[in-house]
């Protein structure tokens, strides 16, 4: 069983940035695609980015691209979420996903596991 564990989160004025983090452990990484899931509250769980295991294949939201950049690290098990000039409608609840089966070119929209999630607040 993969564990996953987000860090990064805070609260931060209208224009700012945050680099959110997440650490993988128990499964071959570097085989898996991951992603980053957001829950705004009222709201359903959405998916803001995902990139493959290669790095090569990457997707983001309309709501985030130009301002969003999912990266991983395949050595150190990591996966990153570079959000600029984020908005209070970026508001939510961040969660690191894995892909429920190995090579795929998405996490999916039922990954395999989720991280405790992390909050990241924008203030106008």
């Known amino acids: 069983q993969v564990q996953l564990v987000e860090s990064g989160g805070g609260l931060v004025q209208a224009g700012g940035s945050l680099r959110l983090s997440c650490a993988a452990s128990g499964r071959t990484f570097s085989r898996y695609a991951m992603g980053w899931f957001r829950q705004a509250p009222g709201k359903e769980r959405e998916v803001v980015a995902s990139i493959n295991w290669s790095g090569a294949r990457i997707y983001y939201a309309d709501s985030v691209k130009g301002r969003f950049t999912i990266s991983r690290d395949n050595a150190k098990n990591a996966v990153y979420l570079q959000m600029n000039n984020l908005k209070p409608e970026d508001t939510a609840v961040y969660y690191c996903?894995?892909?429920?089966?190995?090579?795929?070119?998405?996490?999916?929209?039922?990954?395999?596991?989720w991280g405790q999630g992390t909050q990241v607040t924008v203030s106008s």
């Open positions: 996903a894995i892909a429920p089966s190995q090579y795929t070119d998405f996490v999916g929209t039922a990954p395999g596991s």
